[in-house]
Every structure is written in C-alpha cells, then in structure tokens.
C-alpha cells in the first residue's frame, strides 16, 4: 500500500456515511413529536446584549437628567443658594439703625441722645460715602474739636481709583447728637451703628465702696489715736490702714476712669470714595437658577458614578479574573479529559 | 435592511442534523452504541433546551453540536469516575474499538482514528467528516480560530505518521 497522503485521508473521511440506525431516527422523531407547540426557540428580533446596552445606556442618562431637571424644577429654593447667587448687596446687611434712618439718605443720622444724669459708654460707628476723602476728612476733625472733642486715631489713605479714612474720634456724651448729625452730613450715609451701654449701677457700686473705705481709714485713724494701744496692736492697725488707703487710691482711679468713658462718647468715622462700578451678575430667572440646580443634580450623580466605579472597580477586575481563572481551568480540565478519551 | 433569521421548528431541525450529530458523537466515542445513547441524550436536552437557541449566533447544527459535546464531556467524565473505582483503564486499549465504527473507513485509516484522543477526532469529525466553518467549529470547540486549526493541521499529521507506521508494519 502506498504511503497515505493528507487529502487522500481527508478525502476518505469526507466520503464516510455515518447514518443514524433506524431506532435512532425513531426515538429522536418521537421526542419531537411530542415537544409542545409552544416552545419555540428564542425570536429572532430580540434584543441582543450589544444592543440592550445601546438602549439601556442612553435610557438610563436620559432618567438621570430627566429627573435632575424635575428635581431642579420642583426642589424649593434654598436661601442660601439665592444670596450666593445675589453677592454681598443684599440690602439686609446693613444693621437696623441704618435702615430706621433710611440707609442711602445724605442727612439725618439715626443719633440717639445719651441719657442725662447717668452714666452711659457710648459707642457710635458711622460708614460714609464722600466725593472728596481730603476735604471730609478735614471737616470731621474740624467738627469734633467744635464739639470740644478730640481724635483718638487717624487712618487715612488714598489711591488713584478709591480712597478710605478711618477716624476714632472723641466726643463729648452732651454733644454726641448733635455731632452724628453733623458728621452725617459729610457724605451720603452706608453703614450707621449705635451702641449705648449703662454703666450706672457699676458707679454707684464704686461709689458706695469708696465711701466704706474712707469710713474704715477714719475708723483706724481714731483708734491708733488711743494712746492705750500696745505696740503689736498699734502695729496691726497701721498695716490695715495703709492697705485701706491703697484701696481707696485704687477705687478712686478706678471711677476716675470710668467717669471719662461716660463723659465722651467713641465716634468710628469710616470715610470711603465712591467704589468703581462693579459688575455684578444679574440674578438667573427661574428657568436659570433650575437648571442651575439640574446641573448640580447631575453632577452629584456623575459623583456617585464615578464613586460607584472607582470603589467597583476593583472587584469587577477581580470578579473577572475569577471568572477568566474559572474558564481557563474547566478548558484545562476538559483538554485532559479528551486527550486521555 | 434588517435581515430576520428563520426561526426552525425543533422537529425539522432535529430531523436534518440528526445524522450529523450522530456521526460527532461516533468519532468522539469510537462507539456506536455510546453514540447512539448520546445522540438520543442530546436530543432530549436539545429540547429543554431548545428555547435558549438564538439562529442569530450560529447555526443549528452549531447549536447541536454543542449541546452535544457537553453530552459527550458529561459521559467521559463519568466514564472517568468509573474507571477510577474499578482501576480499570479497558476503554483505552485501541483493540476495543468495533470494526467500521467510522463508516466503513480502511482499516488503517479505522485504526489510526481510533488511536487519536477524543480531542482530536472530535476536530477532525467538526472540520472534515461535518465540513463546519473554522468559526463555527472554534465556536462549538470554545476555542480561537487560530487554535481550531492548529489543533486540526496536528490531528491530522498525527493520523498521518500513524497511518503511515501502520503501513509500514
């Protein structure tokens, strides 16, 4: 026989008939027979997995903006959004006494008069818009010694677009009103503050204090004048008496000092140029700030996505290379299983 | 233009490739009896089956195939089992094989099959004796292209040397 070649093998196989024996063809006709009509195999038009993901993926970013646009529109709006969005001239910043004066009037600062006969710290802080800082300042400081005042501190600066000066001043409590209404006239009012604290009780304190100090000293002064006392007690009460009478000095400064607070009234003056204009956003509509919101909505759920992956990740990678690790060893098993079949 | 595949009945497909799984599950056994049991277990699950058959993915005869290697696997590995309970190894030996289980091969050819792994008859039954595409045979394989026809270009060398020695002898 001659030495077989490839294609005469494969033609051999090839011309091979392998026929199902009868009984075979019977069997197999029968179970098929009896398959019930209703299974059918999987129609032809459904959606395969490359095209469900087509579908699917579109969907569900279609949902996700769907609903950051109907949580856009229908979330109340949160005040705080809305003064982010307005800036810093928002009107309710400035404090009550500006508003009870009519914030932006060029006279008539909300002065309210100390109260004569008690003892009263008085603070007042006014914000003034002048055209010239130079000139407003000068009369400020000219008006405060016209009220028999005095200036504390200066701060004065001024560049070529804007300028500010800051000015404490001291003011007699008597003339404290009259003098918030002259300043006041300086330049247009911004900012107004007063603060009016009772210190009243506190001096009738001291007062009362004082007056038992010097009743102690007359007290220790008559008794070291008894020449019946011994050496240790005379000793004794001297001690006493000096430390009365450094008590008394002490209290004594104490309402010193506390009568010249009462007695003048602390006048901030901030001075300011006009700013130059500044652009400020006008305030979206209300299809603006809702899409505003949207995009927010749609960017805390790329967060979460993108949350979703990076913590995901890992055990997708190692899901699939369980997977992959699964396929190559039932591929394994199977090779040896047929090289030895 | 969206092309729609034909949707066969399970009876007309089971009619049309029943000889051709036969003939797969003969060249992975080397035996008639044991294809023909298969074959009838194929079938069987074939139709519980039947409803997961997707004629965009492959043919039915990919399909069967398929069904039926994991019939044949599903056998060979309770063969296994059992041989390693009785330690008894008879199904390896060549001589066993029944004459013209092939369908009527020469004896060499006959011989030289038989002496082939499972695996390898079972590409060379795919590619040659069922004529399958390389796709659908890698597909049914679970294999790449390129590893289908390696495995088949060794197969057959390998029935080739041996057809060969046998001459020889």
């Known amino acids: 026989m001659s030495q077989p070649d490839r294609d005469s093998i494969v033609e051999e196989i090839r011309s091979a008939q392998i026929v199902a024996p009868p009984g075979l063809r019977a069997r197999v ?88 006969g008690r003892a009263q710290l008085y603070e007042a802080e006014l914000t003034l818009r002048v055209a010239d800082l130079s000139a407003a300042t000068k009369r400020a400081l000219r008006l405060t010694r016209g009220f028999h005042g005095y200036v504390r501190s200066v701060e004065y600066g001024s560049g070529a677009d804007r300028g500010s000066a800051s000015l404490v001043l001291r003011v007699p409590v008597g003339s404290v009103q009259a003098a918030i209404v002259e300043y006041s006239a300086i330049g247009r009012i911004v900012d107004q503050h007063v603060s009016i604290q009772d210190v009243q009780p506190q001096v009738d304190r001291r007062f009362r204090q004082l007056q038992a100090q010097r009743d102690l000293i007359a007290r220790l002064q008559a008794k070291l004048a008894s020449p019946a006392l011994s050496a240790a007690e005379r000793d004794r009460l001297e001690g006493r008496l000096v430390a009365a009478r450094r008590r008394l000095v002490v209290l004594q400064k104490q309402q010193a000092a506390l009568r010249r607070q009462t007695s003048y009234a602390n006048v901030s003056l901030d001075l300011r140029t006009k700013d130059k204009e500044v652009v400020v956003p006008s305030e979206p509509g209300r299809i603006g700030r809702a899409l505003h919101r949207s995009g927010q909505i749609v960017a805390d759920e790329a967060k979460v996505l993108v949350y979703v992956l990076v913590v995901g990740a890992p055990f997708f990678v190692l899901g699939a290379l369980v997977l992959g690790g699964l396929r190559l060893s039932r591929r394994r098993s199977e090779a040896r299983l047929l090289s030895t079949s | 233009m969206h092309v729609v595949a034909e949707v066969p009945s399970f009876a007309s497909v089971a009619e049309r490739h029943l000889d051709d799984v036969h003939a797969y599950l003969v060249y992975m056994t080397r035996s008639r009896e044991v294809a023909e049991d298969l074959t009838a277990e194929t079938f069987e699950k074939a139709l519980r089956q039947w409803h997961r058959f997707d004629p965009r993915r492959g043919s039915a005869r990919t399909w069967l195939c398929r069904v039926a290697r994991t019939t044949a696997l599903d056998h060979f590995r309770a063969e296994q089992r059992r041989r390693r309970r009785e330690h008894a190894y008879v199904l390896d030996q060549v001589g066993e094989v029944d004459d013209g289980v092939f369908g009527g091969l020469s004896p060499e050819l006959e011989r030289a099959l038989a002496s082939l792994s499972a695996g390898e008859r079972e590409v060379i039954a795919l590619r040659v004796l069922l004529d399958l595409e390389i796709e659908s045979a890698a597909r049914v394989l679970g294999i790449s292209q390129t590893a289908c026809t390696t495995r088949l270009s060794r197969a057959l060398k390998k029935l080739e040397e041996r057809m060969s020695a046998d001459v020889a002898a």
């Open chain 1, 29 to 116: 006709r029968a179970l098929a027979e009896t398959a019930p009509a209703a299974i059918a195999a999987r129609p032809p038009h459904r959606l395969s997995r490359r095209r469900l993901a087509l579908v699917l993926v579109p969907a569900c970013v279609a949902v996700a903006a769907a609903a950051a646009l109907a949580i856009g529109l229908t979330r109340p709006e949160s005040s705080g959004s809305r003064d982010a969005v307005r800036g810093e001239a928002s009107p309710t910043t400035l404090p009550f006494a500006a508003k009870a004066a009519g914030a932006g009037s060029s006279r008539g600062g909300a002065a309210i008069p100390a109260t004569s």
